[in-house]
């Protein structure tokens, strides 16, 4: 089963991914509320999949990536945001995101995303 | 502050609100404010920088906001919708910011918004900017919602 840690600063978005994702078969093994939280939470729990939402405080989401990607060049991160703006979905897949999804978002878009970051 | 920058706020705010609490809004006023404050208990700011700077602020009644979050929570207890309102409330101004953002932003821009701020209290007192605020009031099957647009291009 695959583990899942998950990065946003709002928390009933997180309920909702939780939720989502424990119906999807996954496990959701940590929880952080900004970008230097889900970076050392990353190196702690050595998740399967990262979903990391872009707007958060401390460190934004493109940021926290750059790191976990510098720690780990294989991590598998998923971008979950707002902020669907052409530009930042090309900077966030050219910064190393395997998928980016724009809230909100339908539970099988965000299943099928897991599937395939872990192929 | 030019009207067209309120549009996807409005737009946003309309297809945002029936994806994820199946509540339909219709637009009822327009008007154009000195400040930002607004009129009712519960508040949200969102900033907005990178090609667009300024301030987003959404305000609803408490009552308005404890029956939105209780059609985004439906199987929620009591309880829970309780201890996430303000939570589930944030998360919606942020999703219909994000929106009005893609279509702010079009193909070349950038715009980036910060967490969102909850302020509870009758009439919040908010000075932040001299851009000119636009404001618009949505009424819904469970009262109004008010949106203080004052944004401008960088």
Not at chain 1, 55 to 74: C, H, V, Y
Not at chain 2, 24 to 49: C, D, F, H, Q, R
Not at chain 2, 106 to 119: L, M, N, Q, R, S
């Amino acid at each position: 089963m695959a583990s899942i840690l998950l990065a946003d600063d709002i928390s009933f978005i997180k309920l909702v991914q939780k939720e989502v994702l424990e119906k999807g078969g996954f496990t959701v093994i940590g929880e952080a509320s900004d970008g230097i939280e889900v970076v050392e939470m990353y190196k702690k729990l050595k998740p399967d999949v990262v979903i990391m939402d872009i707007t958060m405080p401390r460190m934004d989401g493109l940021n926290a990536m750059r790191a976990i990607l510098r720690m780990d060049s294989n991590a598998r991160i998923i971008i979950c945001s707002a902020l669907g703006q052409q530009q930042l979905i090309i900077e966030a897949i050219k910064a190393g995101a395997r998928d980016f999804i724009v809230k909100p978002f339908d539970p099988g878009r965000l299943n099928l995303a897991i599937q395939k970051a872990l192929k | 502050m030019q009207v067209e920058y309120i549009n996807p706020f409005i737009i946003s705010a309309i297809e945002i609100f029936e994806k994820v609490a199946k509540i339909e809004l219709k637009k009822s006023n327009l008007t154009v404010k000195k400040g930002t404050t607004p009129e009712n208990e519960i508040s949200i700011v969102i900033g907005l920088s990178g090609d667009f700077m300024g301030q987003v602020v959404y305000s609803f009644k408490r009552h308005t906001a404890q029956r939105v979050v209780s059609c985004m929570m439906p199987n929620a207890s009591a309880d829970k919708q309780m201890a996430y309102m303000e939570s589930a409330i944030s998360s919606m101004a942020n999703m219909i910011t994000g929106r009005a953002t893609i279509l702010l932003a079009g193909k070349e821009k950038i715009i980036y918004i910060t967490p969102p701020t909850v302020a509870i209290s009758a009439k919040t007192e908010m000075k932040y900017s001299d851009i000119p605020t636009l404001s618009t009031e949505f009424t819904s099957r469970f009262g109004t919602l008010q949106i203080n647009v004052a944004i401008r291009p960088k």
